[in-house]
């Protein structure tokens, strides 16, 4: 129950983060910790917003150190790198927090506080899964975990270089959608057009692999357990792909924005599901 908890919660700061962002409210509490000097900030939409966003990180982390501690205690020898790993990253990503207030948003800070922050949000999806009583820790990157795993690290790098993509200011340096300037390659690869681009490049290759996936799942019967899961991505994607075009063609609504990064983490849970399934009494790997 509280694996689950956690990964709720950090799935919700993600979320929250990302509407803060796109409403602008990020410095709406200009100081750190504390918000206008005081622990219960003057009311106002934008400043509620950023500081909702440290009360629910606030949660999520005392969450986290919780399991991190249960799991510790469960795990055996290497296996407990996971949760050591997850409350020393928790306190880097605290850190950080405080830093991109106080430096005014710098672009690669921004991003790698979200990318620490998905990091920490698998690392609660890991510990959630593997209780070390029930089902003890596993890793394995050979025959179907590994392909499961590579899917992730692509989606995982997808949503990576959105943010930085956000962060840079580059959201809407390809105005248009499903061209880019107006062709399939526009005709200056360049600071933010160059960036955008990449972007689009990455998410059709992640598009062409889950579509790859969904097919040899169709067709091959060593797949059969995960055919509704290969369903489940396909449908995904083809939804991520909507929401995309809705993000530039909405000039980065917020709201839109939003629904993009939430589809990508239900796709990063998804594999890791099936990644679980595989090192599971029954699967491949177990």
Sequence with gaps: MLGRVTVGLFFVLLIWGNLVAGLKAGLACPDWPLCHGKILPPFRVDIYLEFLHRVIAAVAGVALVTLSYRRFRAYRGVARIVPVSAVSLLLAEIVMGGAVVLL????????????????????????????????????????????????????????????????AGAGLALPDWPTSLGGLIPGVLADGVLIQFSHRVLAVLVALTIVAFWAAAALDDRLRRHRRMAVGLFCMILAQIAIGGAVVLTRLYFLSTALHLAVALVMLMMLARMWVRELSPGGTSS
């Design 104 to 167: 005014e948003l710098p672009i690669q800070l921004t991003t790698v506080h979200f990318v620490t922050g998905l990091f920490i949000f698998l690392l609660a999806y890991y510990m959630m899964s593997f209780d070390g009583v029930v089902l003890p820790p596993s890793f394995s990157l050979k025959g179907y975990p590994g392909l499961f795993f590579g899917m992730g690290v692509l989606v995982f790098l997808l949503a990576a270089m959105g943010a930085y993509v956000r962060h």
